[in-house]
């Protein structure tokens, strides 16, 4: 074998020797044992506090109370306010419209005039009842004059000392004082019959003298109350027929809001334990006892401006469509104390928030709603580690929720105060898994704050 192919295994033969040197030389790996992965978590602490349930809904702001004059009788107006006109507030007692009083005050006159006709003849008949009463005295003692006269001519005829023609003259002239006698007193039953027919008409025209009056009223449009004009219907000179509308008006004293609150947050206003008899008691009574106190805000160009309002009634059904119900809240002198480029009237047609708020909770568990996952909450426990707990919700709230709790003994409720949830995403949600726990304390605070009704005003967005 050539020098030059023993070239060719002296490489092969260094590495196989530096393999088993290495091989000789190894050591058998450490192995570190296992460590259990942490989770970190934001928490805050279960705060007990007093909370005011409240409800929020959405409505449009209309009047109480609203006004049509609607034409009573026809005419030409004649005179027209200055400042009638579709958004002109004018106050009460003001004469809008003057329609042409004329024609009415004729026939007032007329009625006047047949007044009197009718009353004159009244006395005329009572004048013909003393005359016909004298009559019939006088023609009684007359028929009595003839009736002797005859009894005397017949004692006569008997001796033969008047004729029998006599006698019978005498009696037809007995028989005509009868007949006189008894158109008197026929006259007498009738007199009574006429004066009777002469006041029904007296009472009659009497009626026609109101009517004719109050026509005559109603040619002048009187504003009822102080309001705003919505609409105007008419001119100068223009002909109106009964049953025209000529102008409207809103008042001013008061307005209200009707808005649609779910069942479900509005029975949380609700104070439990209370019974209610909805027959027995007055309007006012049953808002009295519910307890609910109202409040309008108006949010518009960037300002938020409140009013404070009264519950003022359920409307009469449910929706059960949407399964909430009718609420009308009421705000009174809704155009007082405004303040130009801060705070406007509360005018019809306004889009607004009504915040009901109903009995304060005291010592009330609460929860941010993002805390809930479907009614369970995760907790990190004293040994740092995951707890889900099932938990019963005794009000919900648009941002937060009341938890249920054993008031006698918080021992048995499933949260107690200071339990520290977690508020942050935790995907998967594995019980006994290792956390490290963060208190978030600004999250804490605003939880807080924002359970403060006033402080709801300017955070609300809506019932969620």
């Given amino acids: ?223 009822p109350f102080t309001g705003r004009i919505s609409e105007d219907n008419v001119e100068l000179a223009q002909y109106i027929r009964v049953g025209d509308t000529l102008a409207a008006a809103d008042a001013l004293d008061k307005a209200e809001i009707e808005v649609q609150i779910p069942i479900s947050y509005f029975r949380g206003l609700l104070s439990p334990g209370k019974k209610i008899n909805l027959l027995e008691q007055s309007t006012q009574q049953f808002n009295d006892t519910l307890g609910i106190t109202a409040q309008v805000v108006l949010r518009e160009a960037g300002l938020i401006t409140t009013w404070d309002a009264v519950f003022s009634r359920l409307t009469d059904t449910l929706d059960p469509k949407t399964r909430t119900i009718g609420v009308i809240v009421e705000v009174k002198n809704p155009y007082g104390d405004v303040t130009p480029g801060s705070k406007p009237p509360l005018v019809k047609g306004f889009f607004v928030e009504v915040h009901l708020h109903g009995a304060a909770r005291a010592n009330s568990l609460v929860v941010p709603r993002s805390a809930l996952h479907n009614k369970h909450i995760y907790l990190v426990n004293d040994e740092n580690r995951l707890e889900i707990k099932k938990v019963n919700i005794d009000l919900y709230q648009p941002e937060f929720a009341v938890i249920s709790s054993d008031k006698t003994d918080n021992s048995k409720s499933p949260l107690k105060t200071g339990d520290k949830i977690i508020i942050s995403d935790l995907m998967p949600a594995i019980k006994g898994m290792l956390l490290l726990a963060q208190d978030d304390e600004k999250a804490l605070n605003y939880l807080k704050n924002l359970i403060q009704p006033a402080n709801m005003i300017s955070s609300a967005k809506g019932v969620q």
């Fill in 1 to 223: 074998m050539s020098i030059k192919r023993w070239y060719f295994f002296i490489p092969v033969i260094f590495g196989v020797v530096t393999i088993v040197m290495l091989k000789q030389n190894s050591s058998t790996p450490k192995q570190s044992p296992a460590q259990e992965m942490t989770k970190t978590v934001r928490t805050l602490s279960l705060p007990q506090v007093t909370v005011t349930p409240v409800a929020i809904g959405y409505g449009t702001v209309r009047p109480v109370s609203t006004w049509e004059a609607v034409a009573q009788v026809e005419g030409i107006i004649l005179e027209k306010h200055p400042d009638l006109g579709k958004g002109a507030i004018i106050e009460k007692g003001s004469l809008l419209l003057q329609i042409d009083p004329v024609d009415y005050e004729l026939n007032i006159a007329q009625i006047e005039a047949d007044i009197l006709a009718t009353k004159a003849q009244l006395e005329e008949q009572d004048t013909k009842l003393e005359n016909t009463q004298a009559s019939l005295e006088i023609e009684k003692k007359s028929l009595e004059l003839t009736k002797k006269e005859l009894k005397r001519l017949k004692k006569l005829l008997n001796k033969s000392s008047v004729s029998y023609s006599d006698f019978e003259a005498q009696e037809r002239s007995m028989l005509a004082q009868q007949q006189s006698v008894l158109s008197q007193q026929n006259a007498l039953k009738i007199i009574p019959n006429q004066k009777a027919l002469l006041d029904a008409q007296l009472q009659q025209k009497y009626s026609q003298l109101k009517r004719a009056h109050r026509d005559l009223e109603n040619t002048k449009i009187i504003m």
